[in-house]
Nanobody
């Protein structure tokens, strides 16, 4: 059974940084595409960043140049380094992977950017 567990969220001031982690189990992590989504209150869930098994990356325009997605296949973990955080980055961040035709989600981690 695929399980995704996010960690690393919290409260940070504007301009600050956080690193989110997503630990995966129950899957062959090294061949899986991994994604980070976020959902702010009253808004639809949006794709923030994704990384392929070959480490090709894509980002939402709103986070390009500030966020970096990476993966450590030895640890079955995907990361989201978030720098220069803005209040509009406040959201619940979710890890996601498509496996065997199904989408799997973590429980989410709250990121709040506020002074």
């Amino acid at each position: 059974q695929v399980q995704l567990v996010e960690s690393g969220g919290g409260l940070v001031q504007p301009g600050g940084s956080l690193r989110l982690s997503c630990a995966a189990s129950g899957m062959i992590f090294s061949i899986a595409a991994m994604r980070w989504y976020r959902q702010a209150p009253g808004k639809q869930r949006e794709l923030v960043a994704r990384i392929s098994s070959l480490r090709m990356t894509n980002y939402a325009d709103s986070v390009k140049g500030r966020f970096t997605i990476s993966r450590d296949n030895a640890k079955n973990t995907v990361y989201l380094q978030m720098n220069s955080l803005k209040p509009e980055d406040t959201a619940v961040y979710y890890c996601n992977t498509p496996v065997g035709g199904a989408d799997y989600w973590g429980q989410g981690t709250q990121v709040t950017v506020s002074s």
